[in-house]
């Protein structure tokens, strides 16, 4: 792979705290995409946080790491994957609870627990790798001009 | 001719947008076809219903569920299409 046109100083300061800091950020983006049912957040917040950590990631640590070899054929991978399980879940619950069919249905749970709402959860979190690969490959897009 | 047609086609649409524009209620009169009974129902049993103590989060992706998928499929559809104008080939 080629080097990117633009290839910042690294300082070693600017290194270390982001050493530091970036597992705090993907840590609370993941509680907000998690906890999307029980408080303010969800979906779009948390995958925005996630994927402004993953950009300061590649602004900090440059090509050479893990997070920037998010290849063509992954981001399809991850995006589509998403895409079909929100269709396919909420799909299966619009069309029987539309049609009033008595089959299995994902129970509700208790209001307030982690696992509980249904299909929300699970909603949440492809609506946030959705959100966090859409932003971050916007950044790299339009700053490097390659994914 | 094609310029005179545009002007025709641009007053027409404008002509009817506003024929719609007319036609809608005044605002903030308490008899709006908005103010239904919908927000109470979310309100009172979206927590029974849906499961979700966020009311928020109950509404987009339960009851509105549909709408939250179109607004994925847009964020991915202006991905692709970016990817496509901008993306450059690995050998170039």
């Known amino acids: 792979m080629n ?32 906890n999307g049912h029980l408080s303010p957040g969800g979906g779009f917040a948390g995958g925005t946080i996630l994927g402004a950590s993953m950009i300061l990631h590649r602004l900090i640590f440059g090509w050479d790491n893990l997070i920037s070899r998010l290849t063509y054929d992954r981001v399809m991978k991850w995006m589509c994957a998403s895409l079909l399980i929100y269709g396919a879940l ?4 619009f069309l029987t609870g539309g049609m009033h069919l008595e089959v299995w249905d994902v129970p ?22 959705i959100v966090s690969i859409t932003v971050y490959v916007f950044f790299k897009l339009f700053y490097e001009g390659t994914i | 001719m094609r310029k005179v047609f545009s002007v025709v086609l641009a007053l ?7 024929f719609g524009v007319a036609d809608l209620p005044t605002f903030g009169n308490a008899e709006n076809p908005s103010n239904n009974e919908v927000s ?15 009311v928020v989060a109950g509404i ?20 692709i ?12």
């Open chain 1, 3 to 34: 080097k990117p046109a633009v290839e910042a100083e690294r300082s070693e300061i600017l290194t270390e705290v982001g050493k530091l800091i970036i597992p705090f950020i993907q840590v609370f983006a993941i509680y907000v995409i998690l």
């Open chain 1, 90 to 93: 909420k799909g299966y619950s």
């Open chain 1, 108 to 129: 509700l749970g208790t209001p307030g627990k982690l696992l509980s709402g249904g299909f929300i959860l699970p909603l949440n979190i492809a609506v946030g790798i």
């Open chain 2, 12 to 18: 027409a649409l404008i002509v009817i947008l506003l």
């Open chain 2, 40 to 54: 109470y129902r979310y309100l009172e049993e979206g927590v029974e219903e849906t499961g979700a103590v966020n």
């Open chain 2, 60 to 79: 987009i992706l339960d009851y509105r569920a549909f709408d939250t998928f179109g607004e994925a499929t847009v964020l991915f559809t202006a991905l």
């Open chain 2, 81 to 92: 299409t970016v990817i496509a104008v901008l993306r450059r080939d690995e050998d170039e």
